[in-house]
Protein backbone atom coordinates (compact mmCIF):
# COMPACT_ATOMS: atom_id res chain seq x y z
CA UNK A 1 0.00 0.00 0.00
CA UNK A 2 2.28 2.54 -1.38
CA UNK A 3 1.91 6.14 0.07
CA UNK A 4 1.13 4.73 3.87
CA UNK A 5 2.86 6.31 6.62
CA UNK A 6 4.80 4.29 8.98
CA UNK A 7 5.74 5.06 12.30
CA UNK A 8 8.48 2.77 13.75
CA UNK A 9 9.63 2.81 17.51
CA UNK A 10 12.39 0.55 17.84
CA UNK A 11 15.28 0.85 19.51
CA UNK A 12 18.10 -1.48 17.68
CA UNK A 13 19.31 0.49 15.06
CA UNK A 14 19.82 -3.06 13.22
CA UNK A 15 16.08 -3.68 13.59
CA UNK A 16 14.97 0.00 12.48
CA UNK A 17 17.49 -0.45 9.47
CA UNK A 18 16.14 -3.41 8.15
CA UNK A 19 12.36 -2.24 8.40
CA UNK A 20 13.02 1.01 7.06
CA UNK A 21 14.88 -0.47 3.94
CA UNK A 22 11.65 -3.08 3.45
CA UNK A 23 9.16 -0.48 3.86
CA UNK A 24 10.79 1.99 1.84
CA UNK A 25 11.34 -0.19 -1.33
CA UNK A 26 7.99 -1.18 -0.81
CA UNK A 27 6.63 2.67 -1.51
CA UNK A 28 5.79 3.37 2.20
CA UNK A 29 6.59 6.55 4.04
CA UNK A 30 8.86 6.10 7.38
CA UNK A 31 8.94 8.01 10.72
CA UNK A 32 11.63 6.35 13.17
CA UNK A 33 10.97 6.82 17.14
CA UNK A 34 14.42 5.27 18.99
CA UNK A 35 12.25 5.11 22.15
CA UNK A 36 8.57 4.48 23.80
CA UNK A 37 8.31 8.25 24.99
CA UNK A 38 9.88 9.46 21.90
CA UNK A 39 7.12 7.53 19.76
CA UNK A 40 4.07 8.91 22.11
CA UNK A 41 5.15 12.18 20.69
CA UNK A 42 5.10 11.70 17.35
CA UNK A 43 2.32 10.17 16.82
CA UNK A 44 0.33 12.28 17.06
CA UNK A 45 2.36 14.81 15.03
CA UNK A 46 2.50 12.18 12.08
CA UNK A 47 -0.34 10.54 12.58
CA UNK A 48 0.72 7.43 10.67
CA UNK A 49 -1.64 4.77 9.20
CA UNK A 50 -0.15 2.04 10.85
CA UNK A 51 2.62 1.85 13.99
CA UNK A 52 5.35 -0.53 14.46
CA UNK A 53 5.99 -0.92 17.84
CA UNK A 54 9.24 -2.78 19.32
CA UNK A 55 7.92 -4.12 23.16
CA UNK A 56 11.75 -4.24 24.65
CA UNK A 57 12.71 -0.57 24.63
CA UNK A 58 14.84 1.42 27.37
CA UNK A 59 12.32 3.17 29.72
CA UNK A 60 8.94 2.85 28.69
CA UNK A 61 8.07 -0.40 27.35
CA UNK A 62 6.00 -1.34 24.54
CA UNK A 63 3.64 -2.51 26.52
CA UNK A 64 2.93 0.91 28.17
CA UNK A 65 4.00 2.75 24.84
CA UNK A 66 0.60 1.39 23.63
CA UNK A 67 -1.76 1.62 26.35
CA UNK A 68 -0.50 5.21 26.18
CA UNK A 69 -1.53 5.73 22.18
CA UNK A 70 -4.95 4.36 22.49
CA UNK A 71 -5.15 7.31 25.21
CA UNK A 72 -4.21 9.92 22.71
CA UNK A 73 -7.43 11.08 20.48
CA UNK A 74 -5.40 11.46 17.01
CA UNK A 75 -4.19 7.50 17.14
CA UNK A 76 -6.37 6.00 18.89
CA UNK A 77 -7.82 3.65 16.50
CA UNK A 78 -4.50 3.74 14.41
CA UNK A 79 -3.27 -0.02 14.03
CA UNK A 80 -0.58 -0.78 16.56
CA UNK A 81 1.41 -3.92 15.31
CA UNK A 82 4.15 -5.83 17.95
CA UNK A 83 7.36 -6.69 16.24
CA UNK A 84 9.02 -8.48 19.08
CA UNK A 85 11.51 -11.30 19.96
CA UNK A 86 9.11 -11.80 23.02
CA UNK A 87 7.87 -15.38 21.58
CA UNK A 88 6.57 -17.31 24.73
CA UNK A 89 3.35 -18.74 25.26
CA UNK A 90 1.13 -15.69 26.09
CA UNK A 91 3.37 -12.93 25.34
CA UNK A 92 0.96 -12.25 21.95
CA UNK A 93 -1.71 -11.93 23.98
CA UNK A 94 -0.13 -9.65 26.65
CA UNK A 95 0.69 -7.17 23.21
CA UNK A 96 -2.73 -7.44 22.41
CA UNK A 97 -4.51 -6.60 25.66
CA UNK A 98 -1.82 -4.02 25.89
CA UNK A 99 -3.65 -2.56 23.25
CA UNK A 100 -1.68 -3.70 20.08
CA UNK A 101 -3.50 -4.66 17.31
CA UNK A 102 -1.09 -7.07 15.78
CA UNK A 103 1.90 -9.17 16.10
CA UNK A 104 5.19 -9.95 14.30
CA UNK A 105 7.63 -12.47 15.67
CA UNK A 106 11.30 -11.19 15.20
CA UNK A 107 13.72 -11.66 13.41
CA UNK A 108 11.35 -11.05 11.03
CA UNK A 109 10.89 -12.55 7.32
CA UNK A 110 11.89 -10.20 5.00
CA UNK A 111 10.35 -12.12 2.08
CA UNK A 112 6.66 -11.95 3.99
CA UNK A 113 7.18 -9.25 6.00
CA UNK A 114 5.23 -6.34 4.17
CA UNK A 115 2.36 -8.97 3.48
CA UNK A 116 2.10 -9.46 7.27
CA UNK A 117 2.01 -6.01 8.37
CA UNK A 118 -0.34 -5.26 5.31
CA UNK A 119 -2.78 -7.47 6.73
CA UNK A 120 -3.64 -4.50 9.32
CA UNK A 121 -4.06 -1.58 6.86
CA UNK A 122 -7.09 -1.26 5.77
Do not use: W
Request: hydrophobic share 40%.
Amino acid sequence: MPGKKVLIIEDNEQNLYLITYLLENSGYEVTPARDGAQGCAMAEVVQPDVILLDIQLPGMDGYAVARALRKKPLVKETPIVAVTSYAMPGDKEKALSAGCTGYIEKPIDPAVFIDQLEEHLV
